[in-house]
């Protein structure tokens, strides 16, 4: 069965960091690109990183350059996010999402069931 | 990064057809053929419905479709079914940083 499991979400206080994992299952995972895609609470999806699939192409979103760092390890079928200097605005359900291509199409064919995160002190 | 513009709220009785729009700029929706939609359901997390403007993915009925004209693209879904109301959103890729943006997704209520 083709699976994506998300972790590592929690409570954080403004400022501190938190490291989210992604274990991938039931597909060649150093085929396809990655993503994560947050939403806040009651509001709609916004994509907030990919990585091709050998790490060679990297994105993020305007709202967390230079503060979220994405990674993968092939060898273990994982997808991370490194979120530093959390704001309150970061409060939100984060999902990991598999692109339908390798180096990101940007077609999301499968998501796992999210990591909460919540920013507050 | 600016978000694509859809309509806050569509709605359509049993049987009829709906269209959701998504308009963005030639930075996004019509630069490129990378535009797709998500269905959500309350509590569930997204589905891909159609991908490459109007690809469907293996499982996705025939009754949903999408196109494009400039930089609008389009998800029609005819013959409306109670399971079909639920969010939905599109994205593209975007030369911007460059990446993917979201709309602001549409809440498709079947009356």
């Known amino acids: 069965e083709v699976q994506l499991v998300e972790s590592g979400g929690g409570l954080v206080q403004p400022g501190r960091s938190l490291r989210l994992s992604c274990a991938a299952s039931g597909f060649t995972f150093d085929d396809y690109a990655m993503h994560w895609v947050r939403q806040a609470p009651g509001k709609g999806l916004e994509w907030v990183s990919g990585?091709?699939?050998?790490?060679?192409?990297?994105g993020y979103a305007d709202s967390v350059k230079g503060r979220f760092t994405i990674s993968r390890d092939n060898a273990k079928n994982s997808l991370y996010l490194q979120m530093n200097s959390l704001r309150a605005e970061d409060t939100a359900l984060y999902y990991c999402?598999?692109?339908?291509?390798?180096?990101?199409?940007?077609?999301?064919?499968?998501w796992g069931q999210g990591t909460m995160v919540t920013v507050s002190s | 990064q600016s978000a694509l513009t859809q309509p806050a709220s569509v709605s359509g009785s049993p049987g009829q057809s709906i269209t959701i729009s998504c308009t963005g700029t030639s930075s996004d929706v019509g630069g490129y053929n990378y535009v797709s939609w998500y269905q959500q359901h309350p509590g569930k997390a997204p589905k891909l419905m159609i991908y490459e403007v109007s690809n469907r993915p293996s499982g996705v009925p025939d009754r949903f479709s999408g196109s494009k004209s400039g930089n609008t693209a389009s998800l029609t879904i005819s013959g409306l079914q109670a399971e079909d109301e639920a969010d939905y959103y599109c994205?593209?890729?975007?030369?911007?940083?460059?990446?993917?943006?979201f709309g602001g997704g549409t809440k498709l209520t079947v009356l």
């Open positions: 994205s593209s890729y975007t030369s911007s940083s460059p990446g993917v943006v």
């Open positions: 990585i091709s699939w050998n790490s060679g192409s990297i």
């Open positions: 999402a598999k692109d339908k291509y390798s180096s990101g199409g940007s077609a999301f064919d499968i």
